[in-house]
């Protein structure tokens, strides 16, 4: 099946600074999306990008799908966005399930 | 919003016991899908639902079985509950593939 990869695994940022998670997967997908897991447990939906690029407010993500990636921006961080970001990608050649990476663990640290 | 219920936040149960997780969900979605979660593996899928009554394996199904009755309601069952089965179970509603809304899981603890 298709492996889908995320880097770094962990991550420790001072409140204010920027980063790049990256999501890099196997085979050809027709769909991509980005979520957030919260310290308690909820999985929110962050972006669906298949391809292209797109921003809510201090997060942005692109994917270029015929290089096979994807990359998670979080700018001016805050204590709030710590969590888990998980990329999840669903293959062109079943498109019936998504496939999830194991996870970027983010803390940011006042 | 889609909002996706799960009925216990957390759950202990004993080696053996049938185990029933209730999820519903309240946007009229085709597809409803059963995860677990383990440090380590990430997401693992158990078992999708495309409509009432239908149902496909995941990737993780042994010692699983899921109902769709209603379009509304998706249930996971541990038809005999063992050790290796604590994790923590997520459940998840789509219109298609767009928009995938998680429950907030239940942590259950087979003992």
């Known amino acids: 099946g298709i492996q889908v990869e995320q880097s770094p695994p962990d991550l420790i940022l001072q409140e204010g600074a920027n980063s790049t998670l990256r999501c890099n997967f196997s085979?050809?997908?027709?769909?991509l999306q980005w979520f957030h897991q919260n310290p308690w447990g909820q999985l929110i939906n962050l972006f669906y990008?298949?391809?292209g690029t797109k921003q809510n407010g201090r997060l942005s993500a692109t994917t270029v799908a015929t290089e096979r990636y994807s990359l998670l921006y979080i700018s001016s961080s805050q204590t709030t966005d710590s969590g888990v970001y998980f990329c999840?990608?669903?293959?062109?050649?079943?498109?019936?399930?998504?496939?999830f990476g194991t996870g970027t663990s983010l803390t940011v640290i006042p | 919003d889609v909002k996706v219920t799960q009925s216990s936040r957390y759950l202990v149960k004993r080696t053996g016991e049938k185990v029933f997780l209730e999820c519903v969900q309240d946007m009229d979605h085709e597809n409803m899908f059963w995860y677990r979660q383990d440090p380590g593996l990430g997401l693992r899928l158990i078992y999708f639902?495309?409509?009432?009554?239908?149902?496909e394996k995941g990737d993780i199904p042994e010692g699983y079985s899921v109902s769709r009755e209603k379009k509304e309601r998706f249930s996971l069952i541990l038809e005999s509950a063992s050790t290796n089965q604590t994790s923590m179970y997520l459940c998840?509603?789509?219109?298609?593939?767009?928009?995938?809304?998680f429950g907030s899981g239940t942590r259950l603890t087979v003992v």
């Open positions: 999840a990608v669903v293959p062109s050649n079943t498109g019936n399930q998504f496939y």
């Open positions: 998840a509603s789509s219109y298609r593939f767009y928009g995938y809304t």
């Open positions: 085979d050809s997908v027709n769909n």
């Open positions: 639902s495309y409509d009432v009554k239908m149902k």
């Open positions: 990008i298949p391809s």
